[in-house]
C-alpha cells in the first residue's frame, strides 16, 4: 500500500459511535471513542493549565470547577456524532453543572463508563503481560 491509498484509507475510518441508554431516559445518547487529535487537544489543555508549587498540571486542570461538565461535555453526542455542548463554553458548562448537581450519580458513572469501554483497547489487542 503506498501512502496516498493509506491516507485515503484513514481518512475515511470513521470513529463508530455507540448508542448509549441510560435507565428513566427518553432517547439515547451517543459516545464514540476520542481521535488523536482530540486526546491531543485534551492534553494540551492539561499541560497548560499553570500548576502551583505544590499541584502537577493534572491536579491544577482538575480545580475547575466545571472540570466534571467540561469532561462529560467532550463525550456527549448526538445521532450524528457531533458534541452537544460546547465544553469551552462557561454558559454551557454552568447549566450543565447545575443540572449534574441535581442527577443522580449514576448518571454521570454510565456516561464515563461507557466511554471507558470505548477507549479500552479489545480483550483481543492485549496480550498475556497487558497492554
Not at 3 to 24: E, H, T
Not at 98 to 112: F, K
Amino acid at each position: 500500500m503506498d501512502k496516498s491509498k493509506f491516507l485515503a484509507n484513514l481518512r475515511a475510518s470513521a470513529v463508530p459511535l455507540r448508542p448509549l441508554q441510560i435507565p428513566g431516559w427518553d432517547g439515547l445518547v451517543y459516545i464514540r471513542a476520542q481521535t488523536l487529535g482530540e486526546i491531543r487537544e485534551i492534553l494540551e489543555e492539561r499541560d497548560s493549565a499553570a500548576p502551583t508549587e505544590t499541584d502537577d498540571s493534572r491536579t491544577a486542570f482538575q480545580k475547575d470547577p466545571l472540570y466534571l461538565a467540561r469532561s462529560i461535555a467532550k463525550i456527549v453526542r448526538d445521532e450524528d456524532g457531533a458534541l452537544i455542548f460546547d465544553a469551552k463554553s462557561d454558559a454551557e458548562m454552568t447549566e450543565l453543572m447545575a443540572v449534574l448537581a441535581d442527577a443522580a450519580p449514576e448518571v454521570s458513572r454510565a456516561i464515563h463508563d461507557a466511554h471507558n469501554e470505548v477507549n479500552s483497547p479489545a480483550k483481543s489487542e492485549v496480550g498475556p503481560e497487558g497492554n
